[in-house]
């Protein structure tokens, strides 16, 4: 069964810094998730990765997938505070339609 | 293009008693999932309903059901409640299976008291 592992859990930056926030997961996917959640609201979704080597940017960030390693990465450049939000991850259970999610990384950018 | 539309968006119930989630998916898509959001759980996958059809579902006890219907609306009903019900609903739709992207609805937020 498929397992997804993010850290850190909680996360606090300042303006202008850079990280990385790590997903790992237990067996083969061939598609990854990331999604964002602002406190009492849905999931937005932020980015697909569909292959290996997949890069994809939107703003301050840029998601990676690497299925060798069985690892995405969330980079996130210069942060801002509009960033503060929970990031997930998550892929789907192989041959079901089971999205299975990590336990999200609390993001905090302090001025 | 309308996003998945969940009502109500809050419901108060009282412990023994049943409720009725609603989830209208994006206009195309046939594939409806639900998850519970709890802070001590995190997401967990409910079920998901394509064509009708409940195709997966999730470790969940049998007081959790739904149904899907023709035009694609997913309903989910949870009988007895208990206080670990309480938690924020959320529903996704998605494109023709496998493995589209999944799209959320604002989610329902329970609480049992």
């Known amino acids: 069964e498929l397992k997804v592992e993010q850290n850190p859990l909680f996360l606090s930056m300042q303006e202008g810094k850079n990280y990385t926030i790590y997903c790992n997961y237990s067996?083969?996917?061939?598609?990854l998730y990331w999604y964002r959640q602002d406190p009492g609201k849905s999931l937005e979704s932020l980015f697909v990765?569909?292959?290996?080597?997949a890069v994809k940017q939107e703003g301050r960030l840029m998601a990676s997938l690497d299925t060798k390693a069985r690892l995405s990465t969330l980079h996130i450049t210069a942060a801002v505070h509009d960033l503060s939000a929970t990031y997930f991850c998550a892929g789907f259970q192989g041959g079901s339609e089971k999205l299975v999610f990590g336990k999200g990384t609390k993001l905090t950018v302090n001025p | 293009k309308a996003g998945v539309t969940q009502t109500p968006r809050y419901l108060i119930k009282t412990r023994g008693q049943q409720v009725t989630l609603s989830c209208s998916p994006i206009s195309g898509h046939r594939s409806v999932s639900w998850y519970q959001q709890t802070p001590g759980q995190g997401l967990q996958f409910l079920f998901e309903y394509f064509s009708e059809t409940q195709r997966n579902k999730g470790n969940f006890p049998g007081r959790f059901s739904g149904r899907q219907f023709s035009n694609s609306r997913s309903e989910m009903n949870v009988s007895t409640l208990e206080l670990g019900d309480s938690a924020l609903y959320l529903c996704a739709s998605s494109l023709e299976p496998p493995n589209t992207e999944a799209f959320f609805g604002q989610g329902t937020r329970l609480t049992v008291v």
């Open positions: 990765l569909l292959s290996n080597g």
């Open positions: 067996t083969t996917s061939d598609r």
